[in-house]
């Protein structure tokens, strides 16, 4: 790691150790990152232990519970770089695409986040998020594309305006927890732009997960986010569309009561963004067929 460069990179953890250690032996032999730091979210499989003695250049913060996503805004908060690279346990950055990012942030001061070109290890195939923020076209004159919405562990942004801005909410674990932040981005002005020019590659984890619990937080957390940032037809929509969906999916079920527990938590931290920008984020579900 370099010492004059400009750069940490962030990575939130659970029990993943295996694939935890391939990752960062990719990651250590960077040379455009002055930090690494890895927030382990209360593992039982030994990874802050392991991660201390194999890799001693790396920075371990061990969570006394599992925090999700928020883990990485503990990360952010013990980073002294002016910019952080987010990556997951199961994803990299490839050589050169950190510096080329932090020139973008340094040269365009109204860029706030960057979203890196992602790829699938072995399929090679680019990942269908990236071909969707790829069709977004601009003639602003600034690198990249325009985009609403950013992938949490493939994404560069400036470690002050992440802070700023909140982080990752604490209450939403994983699923979907890019969307609030995203969306505090534009309130505040700053620029969301995909970069196909910086690469990050996915080696998709064969450990088992439960997708069922993964998908309905990120069904909760879309709720969440529609009552405290959409303006009210789009809310309603949202809301709507979920209650149909429920009478038949339990999955779905089972989210909108989970979000309707917190419903006065959102209606409190309400706020609507304006109508621009709704309409930019109706026009990304509309499109994704969500």
């Known amino acids: 790691m370099k010492r ?24 250590i032999a960077l ?30 913060i061990a969570l006394c519970r599992n925090e999700g996503a928020f883990a ?24 050169g695409s950190i510096a080329r990012g932090a020139h973008v942030l340094a040269s365009y001061r109204d860029i706030g986040l ?37 992938m949490a562990g493939a994404s560069m942004v400036r ?14 674990m994983i699923g979907g927890e890019e969307t609030l932040l995203a969306l505090e981005l534009h309130r505040r002005g700053w620029l969301v732009r995909y970069l196909p020019d910086i690469h990050v590659r996915h080696a998709v984890c064969s450990q088992e997960r439960d997708d069922a619990h ?11 986010v529609a009552w405290m940032r959409y303006r009210r037809a789009s809310a309603w929509r949202a809301t709507l569309e979920a209650a149909r969906c429920a009478r038949r999916d339990a999955a779905v079920r089972a989210a909108l009561l989970s979000a309707l527990g ?27 067929g969500r």
């Not at 730091?37 to 001693?56: E, I, L, M, Q, Y």
């Not at 990485?72 to 050589?95: K, M, Q, S």
């Not at 959102?266 to 026009?283: K, T």
Request: glycine residues 6%.
């Open 214 to 224: 993964r998908r309905r937080l990120l069904i909760r957390n879309r709720l969440w």
């Open 262 to 288: 917190g419903l006065l938590w959102a209606i409190s931290n309400r706020n609507p963004v304006d109508v621009s920008l709704q309409r930019r984020i109706d026009e990304v579900w509309s499109v994704s």
């Open 159 to 172: 470690t002050d305006v992440f802070l700023q801005c909140g982080g990752y909410e604490r209450r939403f």
């Open 31 to 60: 040379d455009d990152i002055a930090d690494l730091v890895v927030v382990d979210n209360a593992s039982s499989d030994g990874t802050a232990a392991h991660v201390r003695k194999h890799f001693p250049q790396v920075r371990v």
């Open 4 to 27: 004059d460069a400009h750069t940490s990179i962030v990575i939130a953890t659970r029990n993943r150790c295996a694939q935890l250690s391939a990752t960062l032996e990719r990651l």
């Open 114 to 150: 960057l979203n890196a070109c992602v790829t699938v290890e072995r399929s090679g195939r680019i990942d269908e998020a990236c071909i969707a923020m790829s069709a977004s076209s601009s003639v602003d004159g600034l690198p990249g594309a325009p985009i609403v919405f950013f």
């Open 72 to 95: 990485r805004t503990l990360g952010a908060r013990h980073v002294g770089t002016p910019y952080i690279a987010f990556c997951d346990d199961d994803t990299w950055w490839l050589p």
